[in-house]
């Protein structure tokens, strides 16, 4: 039996089916047969795409811990509340551990990601080598991915405020618009990434597909 050669062999990550790769062109994809997950779709100009999304991510995080996300009024008192004040409830005894949890979840974790991609694909759209320590900077990206819960934190709020909306009159702060832009933007920057592009592109023995797009 012939040795495969294992750079030109792609495997979903979903159904862990094995396939010869295939270069599609700009605009185009490479589906798996089996589950129809997305393997290769590179876009261009994505990279650049991908960091002013990014960058507006950062800004919005940043803002969003620090701008009021809600007011609540009942029985005469006020209370403005942000998202930073929300994932530092518990942070009074024992509690102060699911305190610090649910602040990376919400916050950390998703501004770790957009450093770390921002650090990743600067260089590239700009022609240079690769950041130091690149590759394990992209895996660290991707390994955080299922640990950023800021659309967990979002459908949350939501169920939490259909609750309380018959016991307090609640007004949403600007931080609330904000989080919802940074949901939406965290999934189109997921759309828009390609990551196979940025593997090959982050091996040295690449011919760097990834420039300028």
Same mark, same amino acid.
């Given at each position: ?54 960058? +507006? #991510?950062? &800004? !919005?995080?940043? *803002?969003? =811990? ?8 009942? $029985?005469?008192? @006020?209370? +403005? #509340?942000? &998202? !930073?004040?929300? *994932?530092? =409830? ?8 699911? $305190?610090?949890? @649910?602040? +990376? ?109």
């Amino acid at each position: 039996m012939p040795s495969l050669d294992h750079d030109h062999l792609i495997v979903c990550p979903q159904c862990d089916a094995v396939y010869q790769i295939t270069r599609p062109s700009h605009g185009e994809r490479a589906v798996c047969t089996q589950c129809h997950t997305v393997l290769i779709a590179p876009r261009k100009k994505a990279g650049l795409q991908i960091i002013a999304v990014s960058i +507006a #991510v950062m &800004i !919005l995080i940043i *803002a969003a =811990a620090w701008f009021p996300f809600l007011t609540i009024k009942a $029985a005469g008192n @006020t209370n +403005a #509340v942000s &998202i !930073l004040d929300a *994932a530092l =409830a518990f942070q009074g005894g024992p509690l102060v551990v699911l $305190a610090l949890c @649910t602040a +990376a979840l919400i916050m950390v974790v998703p501004l770790t990601r957009v450093l770390l991609v921002l650090y990743v694909l600067i260089p590239m759209v700009r022609d240079r080598p690769p950041a130091r320590h690149a590759m394990q900077a992209f895996r660290l990206s991707e390994a955080l991915r299922p640990w950023s819960m800021a659309e967990i934190f979002a459908l949350g709020c939501a169920v939490a405020l259909i609750k309380v909306a018959d016991l307090a009159d609640i007004a949403m702060g600007p931080a609330f618009y904000m989080f919802a832009a940074l949901v939406i933007l965290v999934v189109v920057q997921d759309r828009f990434m390609c990551r196979w592009t940025v593997w090959n592109a982050l091996d040295p023995n690449s011919d760097r597909l990834v420039r300028r797009t």
